[in-house]
């Protein structure tokens, strides 16, 4: 079983930058493929980014390409999502989510899911 338990959300000024974390449990974040999505209010899950479980490869959702980036590292079972020029539209709960072997952009397809964490961007 995995656990994923993001941090970092909060309130921020348009144009700022926010880092999230997503820590993982367990000895197997290696084999797993990473996804960041976010929801806001009566909008479905969207996939934000995602990132292969060696880190080679990443997609990015049109909307967030140029200002976000995904990154991750394998000795502290942590993915990471840096957040710069932020938007009002960006404002959403954002979770992480894992699966193997590789990313899709379903949420449907990911096995295990964090609590989630409110990126507020003010504008």
């Known amino acids: 079983q995995v656990q994923l338990v993001e941090s970092g959300g909060g309130l921020v000024q348009a144009g700022g930058s926010l880092r999230l974390s997503c820590a993982a449990s367990?000895?197997?974040?290696?084999?797993?493929?990473m996804g960041w999505f976010r929801q806001a209010p009566g909008k479905e899950r969207d996939l934000v980014t995602a990132?292969?479980?060696?880190?080679?490869?990443?997609y990015y959702a049109d909307s967030v390409k140029g200002r976000f980036t995904i990154s991750r590292d394998n000795a502290k079972n942590t993915v990471y999502l840096q957040m710069n020029n932020l938007k009002p539209e960006d404002t959403a709960v954002y979770y992480c989510a894992a699966r193997r072997p590789t990313p899709t952009q379903s949420p449907y397809e990911y096995d295990y899911w964090g609590q989630g964490t409110q990126v507020t961007v003010s504008s």
């Open positions: 367990g000895r197997t974040f290696s084999s797993l493929s």
């Open positions: 990132i292969t479980k060696s880190g080679a490869n990443t």
